[in-house]
């Protein structure tokens, strides 16, 4: 089975601040590993995803993860951050292999960008 | 990316009656939905898995007879949540894979917001 822990609820920051969201996960499988974020009322948008090679992962709207297995850790990162960045983020896991899978979130960590 | 589209976007119902949520994918076809609930401040609890074809598979404390959930093509899976009362308000969300692209990754509904009055 797998586990993640998003270390933070609440992570304010002023706006054009470099910001990281912390997730470790725990799985006695290999695993793809996700971060989406979720505005009021809305559903989920995919941020970026690490399925296998380079640890450090792109995604969208300025946003980098990187993976690290020895601390099974994923996370997120942006160097400056905007106050359209304001939003839950959710890091989540799952172990497709051939199973049918399906995603175990994290808690979630509330960003809220300042001016 | 691939969309998934999640009916209605919010709905309010009155105590014992039963409402259907419908999520479909757009551009792709999907064997296999999920579906969340989400409440208040909280992360997204899966329900249940959707396989087109077949019966769903409920996570542990959900009630089979209550949330109800027909997966009849691959573009389409329904919940409904019949004889509704009022814990159950709060956020449904489904999520769909794209087998056609290896299924390795899960596009999520816009969500419904029950409010059962």
């Known amino acids: 089975a797998q586990s993640v822990t998003q270390l933070d609820s609440q992570v304010p920051v002023f706006e054009e601040a470099p910001v990281e969201l912390r997730c470790n996960y725990s799985?006695?499988?290999?695993?793809?590993l996700f971060w989406y974020v979720q505005y009021p009322n809305q559903g989920l948008q995919l941020l970026l995803k690490y399925l296998s090679g380079s640890t450090l992962v792109k995604g969208i709207n300025g946003f980098e993860a990187e993976f690290n297995k020895s601390q099974t850790s994923f996370h997120l990162r942006k160097p400056s951050v905007h106050i359209s960045d304001t939003a839950e983020y959710f890091c989540a896991v799952s172990a497709w292999g051939g199973s049918q899978g399906n995603l175990i979130f994290g808690k979630g960590t509330k960003l809220s960008v300042k001016p | 990316g691939a969309v998934v589209s999640q009916h209605p976007s919010w709905v309010i119902c009155k105590s014992g009656t039963s409402v259907k949520i419908e999520c479909r994918s757009l551009d792709f076809q999907a064997t296999t939905m999920f579906w969340y609930r989400q409440f208040p401040k909280q992360s997204l609890m899966l329900m249940a898995t959707s396989n087109e074809g077949s019966k769903a598979t409920y996570e542990q404390g959900v009630e089979k007879d209550k949330f109800l959930i027909n997966h009849a093509s691959l573009t389409l899976s329904t919940l409904t949540v019949t004889s509704a009362h009022p814990e159950d308000s709060s956020f449904y969300i489904c999520?769909?894979?794209?087998?056609?692209?290896?299924?390795?990754?899960?596009?999520f509904g816009q969500g419904t917001r029950l409010t059962v009055v």
């Open positions: 799985s006695s499988v290999s695993v793809y």
């Open positions: 999520s769909a894979r794209d087998i056609g692209q290896g299924a390795t990754e899960a596009f």
